[in-house]
């Protein structure tokens, strides 16, 4: 069962899983266009989507090869700040629910085993099971009771009652900080996965920009016979 672990030993593991991932970002970060490229590398996959395809593995990186550090520096320091932000909530989200767990096993006598988010809800709102019944049945809510059968050992495994309000309330408040960093880890994934897209677009629109650029020229064409200054417009297709 659950509170056979010890709580600290479980907290140390979760905050090797998060150094690793710091270190991930940190490798991520050394591969980052901020060192200089040379002239062959920059010629690699010479297209749009070369560059968006370096875009897409770190947001920035296609503009600086494209020698636009100001474009490339905005999505690279953008997804640095969102790796900041998914590194702290999944710490907050793995160390929350490995507290809350503990505070059940320990303060209610959970069995932790295939229990669901709604039966933490439940447990968290309410003081022991005989008080969770009580109020369904009095709200006619019955297909949400817990029913416990002595002849039905799983329905026996929902069985709890907190041995304090207090430790009831922090229970459910530890559980509610979990939720809330989920919530933001599912908007720092969609924010990441946004920039990555501004930042292959981006990348596509400047290559095209450069383009036109190198086939258009103007160069001055003096005639000094004549005492005449021209201006010479040329574009390739």
């Not at 998060?18 to 940190?26: G, P």
């Not at 970060?29 to 062959?40: G, H, M, V």
């Not at 996959?45 to 560059?51: A, E």
């Not at 590194?87 to 505070?103: A, M, P, Q």
Request: aromatic fraction near 14%; include cysteine; hydrophobic fraction near 40%.
């Amino acid at each position: 069962m659950y509170h056979n672990f010890n709580y600290d030993d479980i907290l140390a593991m979760e905050k090797r899983k998060i150094i690793k991932l710091i270190l991930f970002a940190v490798v991520l970060c050394l591969c980052s266009p901020c060192f200089p490229q040379s002239e062959a590398a920059s010629e690699t996959f010479d297209s749009p989507i070369g560059y968006m395809a370096k875009s897409m593995v770190i947001p920035g990186l296609g503009e600086f090869y494209l020698d636009k550090p100001k474009n490339g520096k905005f999505f690279f320091v953008t997804d640095a700040v969102l790796w900041l932000f998914l590194i702290e909530n999944l710490y907050i989200r793995n160390t929350s629910e490995l507290h809350f767990k503990s505070l059940a096993a320990t303060h209610a006598g959970i069995d932790l085993f295939r229990k669901d988010d709604q039966f933490f809800v439940d447990i968290g709102n309410y003081d022991s099971i005989y008080d969770y019944n009580e109020d369904r049945q009095r709200e006619r809510q019955t297909d949400a009771l817990y029913i416990i059968d002595s002849s039905d050992p799983m329905s026996i495994n929902y069985y709890w009652k907190w041995d304090s309000t207090s430790s009831r309330k922090k229970f459910r408040n530890t559980r509610i900080k979990r939720d809330r960093a989920k919530k933001i880890i599912n908007f720092t994934i969609g924010g990441m996965v946004l920039n990555r897209l501004l930042s292959m677009i981006d990348a596509a629109y400047l290559f095209r920009v450069n383009k036109a650029e190198k086939n258009i020229s103007l160069s001055p064409d003096v005639d000094f016979q004549n005492e005449s200054i021209s201006i010479k417009f040329s574009w390739n297709f």
